[in-house]
């Protein structure tokens, strides 16, 4: 089994919708572009990524979500060394069609009293949900690594609730630890490093803003 070396996640720059959410109202959340700070955000990862990878090659999943493939085409890679594949189980979580500015609120107030990990939007997706199609995605990728010629370097370019949900899946981590972290914010990376151990490390945190309170021993 060829595992790579480095399975990098990028969360796209930032978008229309994170400047301004009342564009919700008129564009759908799959088609919102970058803001001009979203394409700076997106270069100067594509700087660090470019550092990183080197002349390696690189298998790319990218969400299909406009503002993703913004990102991607920014960041620059070599074509002649990349490998790029649409992969719709990465997508940002569902919060419904046509979305009204108020009511989207109260809905992540509501969010945010009941839990991200389940909670779930009207008409649209729960924490759970992103999940069970990320541990779908999971189980694709693994087997991709059976490929002797895999590439050494993953990269996923995606949203930043979906970073933390595979993250989760992958280091088996709790709801309650889930729970207390933030997202990256927009072109920041993390990055899972195949150790010496044969295990994957990450190679710095998530930002915690509580402390995880667990139901049971699993804490």
């Known amino acids: 089994m060829a595992r790579p070396r480095r399975i990098v996640l990028i969360r796209h720059g930032e978008s229309e919708g994170n400047l301004d959410d009342s564009v919700y109202e008129r564009v759908p959340d799959h088609a919102l572009r970058l803001t001009e700070t979203g394409r700076r955000q997106a270069k100067e990862a594509g700087e660090r990524l470019r550092a990183t990878f080197g002349d390696e090659r690189v298998s790319v999943y990218v969400s299909p979500y406009r503002r993703t493939h913004q990102t991607l085409r920014l960041l620059d890679l070599d074509p002649s060394r990349t490998r790029v594949r649409e992969e719709p189980r990465l997508r940002e979580q569902d919060w419904g069609n046509w979305q009204d500015r108020e009511d989207v609120r109260k809905q992540k107030a509501y969010r945010d009293a009941y839990g991200h990990f389940f909670y779930r939007f009207a008409q649209g ?3 759970a949900d992103v999940y069970d199609r990320v541990d779908a995605f ?3 990728l693994w087997r991709s690594f059976q490929d002797p010629a895999h590439p050494p370097n993953v990269l996923l370019v995606t949203h930043g609730l979906t970073m933390r949900l595979f993250c989760m899946r992958w280091l088996h981590w709790t709801v309650a630890e889930f729970e207390s972290l933030s997202n990256p914010g927009n072109g920041e ?10 295990r994957y490390h990450l190679d710095r945190p998530f930002e915690r803003w509580c402390t995880p309170e667990p139901y049971g021993l699993t804490g």
């Open 125 to 127: 997706e729960s924490g």
């Open 138 to 140: 999971l189980e694709s």
């Open 189 to 198: 990376t993390r990055s899972l490093l195949l150790g010496s151990d044969g």
